[in-house]
């Protein structure tokens, strides 16, 4: 920010209450000085460098830290977090308190449970978050076409190195001599000396032979091997043309409540997102898709994975059995500097705090791999285990929450995505997003508010990750859930059906009474209400 505006001798001063930037020649380079004109967003950018800000727009200079820290409410954390739903934190009041230490997505695992247990969880996830009058949206993640284990009988049989195991391709009770496989053909594709992963690389067994209905295996890495538990195959690769049975299950499920969002599982093609997306077309949704790569294919198409789909996640745990796990780190980041810079939000997820499940407070490793997931520009990060079935659900989202900010304010400094690559085909919508982060910027402004139909415009601001929170202003309900994803974005509901200046105005208030704005601070406001995706053409600059 400029620090001696008011040493400007080509700025005259302005004391009229503003409406939009007040600096001489600023109309003439085509800011709004009144709300009909709407000039080029560089031009306007141009006159504050030229002409500095008046003394009544500069906000007090309270660092951006100490605001955080001083103000309540999710809105000043950026990265969002979500929570997957479970047995553990089942209870009302549990939900609740979920909500109140920062979870903003519900995740609805498939695997896991009936549709009918799943219904009824969602409606309690949705009545506590209606209880609390929080914006909380709900993610189905669907089965996709996943290898699982079958019963173990008493829960649990411990496998040992060195042992014999089978795996059988008909339902059979489980034990420490064998378990039942979800995937019938799995004596087909394997041949001998092929590497079997189970529970995310907990147990791995090798290949000894091919029965029929059978496969024989000996264990190299033992554990405790449990119910339905994920099976994964590094050494063969699987391309399945369709989508199955129960992938058709699961997405007229996602369609049937009304989800905001579907986590598709083993992602390998862009033509497997183009499936879905047809399958949910033919249900009249258009639910967005979050796209999970898990495997080595899906890192290859993940070019064409992400323009088709509308997010990705990183899903570490078969990432990390399905290739070298030396290769993870790296992996992680290109997924996630990928998807951002398509302006699409990025989930990094599976044992980011792991330990939670049995202990009350994370390791020190978990604590730097959530910060460095932040840093490396997640959109939103994930906990499986800790809250669906650990000792401590809410404690582990309070305590994501808090690892949140705490890595956010390092974000200017450490942070990979400052200089994210724009998309060509969105430029005129970029070019007006990346105008008003870098008034933002110059102004030291508390907050830019973005009025959005369909939420392209507070997708487009946040993908260039200002320091600033976002409000996006919407009239649709949907829309105001499914912003609950994006980073830095607070997606408000504007009931009413007034003009640019009566949103901003609620905006205005919302921000104010909840403690997020003060008296004297300067906004920046964009809009552009085509009533299609990518019609933001305006910036204005305000004072509250």
């Known amino acids: 920010m400029r620090q001696n505006a008011g040493a400007n001798p080509r700025r005259n001063p302005r004391t009229a209450p503003l409406r939009s930037v007040g ?25 504050l460098k030229l002409f500095g800000l008046p003394p009544d727009l500069q906000r007090p200079k309270t660092p951006l830290r100490l605001r955080a820290c001083n103000t309540l409410g999710m809105a000043l954390r950026k990265t969002k977090i979500i929570a997957t739903i479970g047995p553990a934190c089942d209870e009302p009041r549990t939900l609740a308190s979920m909500i109140e230490a920062g979870m903003n997505v519900a995740r609805i695992n498939l695997s896991h449970g009936t549709f009918d247990e799943q219904r009824a969880r969602i409606e309690r996830v949705r009545s506590a978050a209606q209880q609390k009058e929080a914006n909380l949206a709900i993610l189905i993640d669907t089965r996709g076409f996943e290898i699982r284990t ?3 009988e008493g829960g649990g049989a411990v496998l040992v190195a060195g042992q014999p195991f089978a795996l059988h391709c008909t339902p059979t009770a489980g034990d420490e001599h064998g378990v039942s496989v979800s995937f019938n053909g799995i004596a087909e594709i394997l041949k001998v000396g092929d590497r079997v992963v189970i529970d995310d690389g907990k147990i791995e067994l090798v290949v000894s032979a091919l029965r029929q209905g059978r496969v024989d295996c000996e264990v190299t890495c033992g554990g405790t091997l449990r119910d339905r538990k994920g099976v994964n195959l590094p050494d063969t690769q699987l391309i399945r043309d369709d989508l199955d049975e129960g992938s058709h299950a699961d997405l007229d499920f996602a369609a049937e409540i009304a989800a905001d969002y579907v986590a598709a599982s083993f992602v390998q093609t862009g033509k497997d997102v183009d499936e879905i997306r047809r399958h949910l077309e033919s249900r009249q949704t258009t639910i967005p898709i979050i796209a999970k790569i898990e495997n080595g294919l899906g890192v290859q198409n993940l070019e064409t994975i992400i323009e088709r789909a509308n997010g990705a996640m990183v899903a570490r745990g078969d990432l990390g059995v399905e290739l070298p796990v030396t290769q993870l780190p790296h992996i992680q980041k290109h997924i996630i500097r990928t998807t951002v810079s398509r302006g699409k939000p990025v989930i990094t997820a599976t044992q980011m ?24 520009g997640s959109s939103a990060i994930m906990l499986s285990g800790e809250t669906a079935a650990g000792l401590h659900p809410v404690e582990a989202v309070s305590t994501m929450a808090e690892l949140a900010l705490s890595a956010e304010a390092s974000l200017e400094e ?26 933002a910027k110059h102004i030291d402004a508390a907050a830019i508010i973005a009025l959005t139909d369909t939420g392209f415009t507070a997708r487009s601001i946040s993908k ?81």
């Open 353 to 376: 705090l792991d330990s939670m499940e049995r202990n009350p407070r994370p390791t020190r490793a978990e604590v730097s791999d959530v910060a460095n997931a932040i840093l490396d």
């Open 150 to 152: 079958g019963p173990v």
């Open 23 to 47: 600096c001489p020649g600023y109309a003439a380079l085509g800011g709004p000085g009144n709300r009909g004109h709407r000039g080029p967003a560089a031009l306007r950018i141009l006159a």
């Open 414 to 439: 450490y942070g990979t995505l400052q200089n994210v690559v724009g998309n060509p085909s969105d430029a005129i919508v970029e070019a007006v997003a990346q105008a008003a982060i870098t008034m």
């Open 464 to 544: 260039f990750r200002p320091h600033c929170p976002i409000f996006a202003v919407t009239g649709s309900e949907s829309v105001r859930r499914r912003l609950a994803m994006n980073w830095g974005v607070t997606p408000i509901l504007y009931p009413g059906h007034g003009d640019d200046d009566e949103s901003i105005e609620f905006a205005v208030r919302y921000g104010s009474e909840r403690g997020h704005l003060r008296p004297r601070d300067v906004i920046v406001a964009t809009a552009g209400r085509s009533q299609m995706s990518g019609g933001t053409d305006m910036i204005q600059v305000r004072r509250v």
